[in-house]
């Protein structure tokens, strides 16, 4: 059974550090694209962008370059998405995602909730 | 503003029809890109309902169907059940944007 486990709810303050982590299991983790999702308090789904562990291979969407670091380490079946200077509009829940047919997502995390406040 | 326009609310009584609409433009559902559809229970994550226009994962019931038309696909679900209620949102690829993206969501009542 593919599962994706998310570490836990994290609160910062503006301008920490941060990076959160979504671990694969069930399946060959190198082989499949995984992907971050954001969803801020009340509001929709927004991609944030992908990587693929295999071979670190990573795409951002363009709202989101540059704002945050996507890696992956294939040994411990592990992704990761980083922040090097948190804002209080970063206070979301952040989602993994395993990319399936035609850039859809076929299984995800049980999400992060990260909140960002002084 | 979500580059796919869906109705932001769709209500229903049990055991009728619903159809939930996504709207975009030439440059992600109009280009051929497929469409997918998720559900989103309250508190819960996304979960796939519909993938590549009307293709069910495994354990979808029948009642939730697909299409996809020129610019724009609908989600259908037949003999509404009061499990039902939650978010649901379409997804698909912009080419312009080089993009994924993502409806803003339609939230399901069941009256």
């Known amino acids: 059974e593919v599962q994706l486990v998310q570490s836990g709810a994290e609160v910062k303050k503006p301008g920490e550090s941060l990076k959160i982590s979504c671990k694969g299991s069930?399946?060959?983790?190198?082989?499949?694209?995984i992907g971050w999702v954001r969803q801020m308090p009340g509001k929709g789904l927004e991609w944030m962008g992908i990587?693929?562990?295999?071979?670190?291979?990573?795409r951002y969407s363009p709202s989101f370059q540059g704002q945050v670091t996507i890696s992956a380490d294939k040994s411990i079946s592990t992704a990761f998405l980083q922040w090097s200077s948190l804002k209080a509009s970063d206070t979301a829940m952040y989602y993994c995602?395993?990319?399936?047919?035609?850039?859809?997502?076929?299984?995800w995390g049980q999400g992060t909730l990260v909140t960002v406040s002084s | 503003q979500s580059v796919l326009t869906q109705p932001p609310s769709v209500s229903g009584a049990p055991g009728q029809r619903v159809t939930i609409s996504c709207t975009g433009s030439?440059?992600?559902?109009?280009?051929?890109?497929?469409v997918h559809w998720y559900h989103q229970l309250p508190g819960e994550a996304p979960k796939m309902l519909l993938y590549a226009n009307d293709n069910r994962p495994s354990g979808v019931p029948d009642r939730f169907s697909g299409s996809k038309s020129v610019i724009s696909a609908s989600l259908v679900i037949t003999g509404l059940q009061a499990e039902d209620e939650a978010d649901f949102y379409c997804?698909?690829?912009?080419?312009?944007?080089?993009?994924?993206?993502f409806g803003g969501g339609t939230k399901l009542t069941v009256l």
């Open positions: 990587i693929y562990p295999g071979d670190s291979d990573t």
């Open positions: 997804q698909s690829y912009d080419r312009s944007l080089s993009d994924v993206v």
């Open positions: 069930g399946y060959n983790f190198a082989n499949y694209w």
């Open positions: 995602a395993q990319e399936g047919p035609g850039n859809s997502f076929d299984y």
């Open positions: 030439s440059s992600n559902i109009g280009a051929g890109y497929d």
